[in-house]
């Protein structure tokens, strides 16, 4: 018991002081559009580890989360708009409490679209989510009381970085918790098979109801953080490529690992939005020729082939085959921009050039496609960052120096 | 034998179209009984198995458990009535440890709710710890301990079939249905399973139904013996007779044994 209450207080406090940071980080970042992006970037954290409990750890297969971000966007944006002036609270409790309905609301339509839905399997399943998606994104185009496809905007924004990522915290905790009690045996098991699960006496609706629900409403919560934030919303804000972008995080982090898909969020996040702002020193955007971009191809096709010979075939400790694994892609790179030198590549082509922030999308699509080749589980697999890990590493370093200085 | 029995199946049918896979079936078992299902490949007995489980619901005809009728009823309700099935084609969480896998299991007589798992409050701590060592209990049983923690899917075929019978287990069923829990294990590992399913008859006070092909297994451990053949009942008595029964020389052991 004493224990028990140690480890609560003390997660609590790092939760606390995790906040703290963020919070410190962000005012400081001294710029609107850099303070956006690190927002945004906590909440996909949210949206991806809230939906890898629902594909990654009960294995549906749902590709229409952006729906319940919208769902629960629009609740705390209607709600602001038609109520915060006839109340006395602090906007931060406002912030709070919008959190809730719009985690409430987009339960509920968890709820609703998972009841009848939950009988199908896989792709159907994918397809029914995916159409619920786009039906709410239509609906709210449709009505011109929150403004159609122009959006609407209601205020006062408030801007609460800590609740961002107090959010993120949250939503880790409670997967993780899920994991670590024997409470989360039967999403994985209704995962692995259902027929056992039910045999098992797992009641195989009511574990695929609950992850819909709960990972629902946190991306509600999520979005109701945005609307605030933002103080202005539209349809085209939740288009597809934000449910695809979020599945992207939870299969390219490793289908189930919660660390896998907050880690992925980051850094996919960041990949998409930076080139956005990559300038040269005067300013312009940068070009970059055909030829390059083509020698780029050619480099990470040798390295792919190079390491999936290399993983059939050699086995060895984790660090040799990452030494080992970095080389081949170095040597790529080298043997690519050697043969462009002998084949004259850019006098052949022409000087063509394309915008290096146009080919973002082809950038995400080329590291997915090197993840799904080399490693079809995800970065992660099914792995998650312990404190026993941490420690074995520096173990085994004491280990080594023992070793070396017997 | 004055009290009623354990699990009654009386006249079940079950059609898929023109396929009368079960026709007519009817049998008793009584607490404590090893019985055993037997018949050529097609027979209807794994069908046999989903009907009691509550895979399919019979056409016709009721089984009753504890005399309770329980046809139609879904499967986790089943469980939770106290029957539990191990499968032919074996169906592990196969990405689970193999102790997770007896934990499910054992889950079903949980009592913290979902709230105290997503918080982890004490009392669902405990309950895992319990869980777990109920469940490593199990292991000792079927002598899987020793690989608690390996993936279940890494098991050899023999393991993975006693592991399937350990998480049958766990789920505390007062009948256990095994559908040929022998087939594809070596000599060796069949006298094994052996000595796993009387203890589990005898220490566990459990009554086993099973389904198997190797006549000498359910001769030597079956103490009543059930043949189908086409979804019919061809025969049913003590090991003895069924050995001697000409209908089923003819339809299934071809000689005798």
Known sequence: MGKFWTVRIASVVAALAGCFIFQTVATNLGNDYYLRLFLLAGLYVTLSVSLNLINGITGQFSIGHAAFYMIGAYTAGILTRAYYEQQPLLPELWLVIMMLAGGLFAALAGLLVGLPSLRLKGDYLAIVTLGFGEIIRIVATNQQSVGGSYGFSFGPKVVAPWMVCLLAIITIAICRNLLKSAHGLPFLAVREDEIAASAMGVNVTKTKVAAFVLGSALAGAAGAILALNEGYLNPDIFKMDVSFLILTMVVLGGTGSITGSALAAIFLFLTIEIPRNIQTADGQKVQITLASLLMAGLAIAIAISLLRKIKDHFHGPPNQRLIRNLGVIGGSIAGAIVLSMILNATTVMGDKTFEFDKLRMVILSIMLLVVMLLRPQGVLAHHEFSWDFVKRLFRKDHDDKAEVAS | ?257
């Open chain 2, 1 to 257: 034998m004055s009290e009623s029995p354990l699990l009654k199946l009386d006249q079940a049918t079950i059609q898929f179209g023109g396929l009368i896979a079960v026709n007519n079936v009817s049998f008793e078992l009584n607490k404590g009984d090893l019985f055993g299902l037997i018949g050529p490949n097609g027979a209807g007995k794994t069908t046999c198995f989903n009907i009691i489980t509550g895979v399919y619901k019979p056409t016709s005809g009721k089984i009753f458990f504890r005399g309770r009728d329980i046809s139609g009823v879904p499967s986790n309700k089943i469980a939770q009535e106290g029957i539990c099935r191990t499968f032919q084609n074996i169906r592990l969480f196969q990405a689970l440890s193999v102790l997770e896998n007896v934990v499910v299991g054992g889950f079903l007589r949980h009592k913290t709710g979902l709230f105290s798992g997503l918080t982890l409050l004490p009392n669902a701590i405990k309950e895992t710890d319990h869980l777990r060592e109920e469940a490593m209990k199990l292991l000792e049983v079927v002598n899987l301990s020793h690989v608690a923690n390996h993936r279940s899917a890494d098991l050899p075929y023999g393991m993975q079939r006693r592991l399937e019978i350990a998480r049958a287990m766990a789920t505390q069923p007062d009948l256990l249905l095994l559908d040929e829990p022998a087939a594809g294990m070596n000599p060796q590992e069949k006298d094994e399973l052996k000595e796993v399913v009387y203890r589990i008859r005898d220490e566990f006070d459990k009554t086993v139904l099973l389904i198997e092909h190797d006549m000498k297994f359910v001769m030597g451990l079956c103490e009543r013996i059930f043949v189908l053949d086409r979804g019919l009942e061809i025969a049913h008595g003590p090991p003895e007779d069924i050995r001697s029964n000409p209908k089923v020389i003819e339809a299934y052991l071809g000689e005798p044994v």
